[in-house]
């Protein structure tokens, strides 16, 4: 067992002064057992802890991290602005170059609002949307994630359309009275109370779920025969599944995204965008306000900016390629084991894995035999209570692979996530689940 001595005494410290020792939740190994190990610095694929371990890291900082860590280009771009000043609270040319840069990529949005997260891209992305129809209910998705703001923390744990009851405590119920919550991969019905769809269109924050058939084109009929609004929240996709993020990759245009992760290069970003018309409707233009001191922040500019310049369509075919036959093969090893221990569920059923993979995206349920693909929330919390992911995580990362501390989140292989870091996955893979299984 790797000596993880120092992370330990950094959590023990970490409680006395942070709530539950981190500042967001997801980094909490609550759902796995034992502490966080805190990261002393990554390079490339790995992270190093403060005990010095060496980490093959599938977290990359949840997605924010497509290039690897401290990737040069990135590093000289962040030097290079901070030298020039931090902010300013006057424009400056790095916003110009980024939002050319993102609408450049993405056919349809034609303008983009710089934001620095994107739990802010998703609030102002729905305040436009309610600015722009004069409604006031929007629509979302059980087991679609969109920020922490309190409108958009309902649906976390309903399988059915609800009238939205708040999810986390301290949102009052009227804040999340005009917030619909509907099953994924069904096309809701919809009238003209509707202001907007708001939808992850492949979803990766119930592990990875991509929409069925038809989910994404219905929405679009939908939301256009009531005059409703469709929002794509890419704040994970965009810049992930290719160049042109989920809207590219599904072929259905929305009218609003959300952006943030890869296109902060690391440091505090989001965006929001979509037609100009909609958008018209922002100050100083419009009447519906939206602000932030350090939107669009140099070095945040900066650092976007160099990650998309070290994207293009090849590194983003090669990277979905490698993934695609590597999640191919850790499903068949993960399933080889299962067969062989003769694991059941609590009503006797035999466990599966299943590896989905989108784009350079992975996901890992342990599902119940015969459930089929996981489609909605209701799937991906089934394969959840099966309890093996977490057994799996602590024997992966006892063995010095990283993924993310929780069953609900899905794996983030970078640009230098290459042939040896994933055949190694693969052979650690092989003996951790063993270790899992037997535990
Ligand atoms: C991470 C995430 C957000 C929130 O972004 P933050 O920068 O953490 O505020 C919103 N939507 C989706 C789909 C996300 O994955």
Not at 81 to 97: D, K, N, Q, S
Not at 124 to 135: L, P
Request: net charge negative; proline share 5%.
């Amino acid at each position: 067992m790797a000596d993880r001595t120092r992370s330990a005494e950094l959590f023990e410290r970490a409680c006395q002064v942070i709530p539950g020792g981190v500042n967001s939740p997801v980094r909490s190994f609550r759902s796995v057992g034992g502490h966080p190990y805190f990261v002393a610095r990554g390079e490339g694929a790995y992270v190093w802890d403060a005990d010095g371990n060496r980490l093959l890291d599938f977290v990359q900082s949840y997605g924010a991290s497509i290039l690897g860590h401290a990737h040069p280009a990135v590093v000289r771009a962040v030097g290079d602005a901070a030298a020039r000043g931090t902010t300013f609270g006057a424009p400056t040319e790095g916003e110009v170059l980024l939002a050319e840069a993102i609408c450049a990529r993405v056919e349809g949005c034609d303008q983009v609002r710089l934001v620095s997260s994107g739990t802010e891209a998703a609030m102002s992305a729905i305040r436009v949307a309610r600015g722009f129809t004069g409604r006031s209910r929007i629509v979302k998705f059980a087991g679609c994630y969109h920020g922490h703001s309190d409108g958009l923390l309902a649906g976390g744990g309903s399988g059915v359309a609800t009238l939205g009851l708040p999810d986390s405590a301290g949102v009052p119920a009227q804040a999340v009275a005009d917030t619909v919550v509907a099953p994924y991969n069904l096309v809701p019905d919809l009238d003209d109370r509707v202001a907007c769809v708001i939808v992850e269109a492949v979803a990766a924050n119930m592990g990875l779920v991509p929409p069925v058939d038809g989910f994404l084109e219905g929405l679009r009929v939908a939301c256009d025969a009531v005059g409703a609004l469709l929002v794509f929240d890419e704040v994970i996709t965009g810049f992930r599944l290719g160049e042109g993020g989920a809207s590219g990759w599904s072929g259905v245009r929305p009218d609003l995204w959300c952006f943030g992760k890869v296109i902060g290069g690391g440091l505090p970003v989001g965006a929001f965008g979509g037609r100009a018309d909609v958008l018209s409707v922002l100050a100083p233009s419009g009447a519906v306000y939206q602000a932030g001191t350090l939107s669009g922040n140099p070095l945040a500019t900066a650092a976007g900016l160099a990650v998309l310049h070290e994207l293009d369509t090849g590194s983003y075919a090669a990277l979905s390629a490698r993934v695609a036959s590597f999640a191919a093969s850790l499903q068949d090893v993960l399933n080889g084991a299962l067969a062989t221990a003769g694991r059941v569920d609590d009503r006797g059923r035999p466990l599966v894995a299943l590896v989905p993979v989108v784009g350079p995206l992975f996901g890992l349920f342990f599902a119940p035999m015969g459930s089929g693909p996981v489609r909605d929330y209701g799937g991906a919390v089934a394969s959840a209570d099966t309890g093996v992911y977490a057994a799996f995580f602590r024997a992966m990362l006892a063995r010095g692979v990283a993924l993310a501390p929780g069953p609900y989140e899905v794996a983030f292989p970078s640009m230098a996530h290459g042939e040896p870091e994933l055949e190694h996955t693969l052979d650690v893979a092989s003996e951790a689940i063993a270790d899992a299984l037997a535990g």
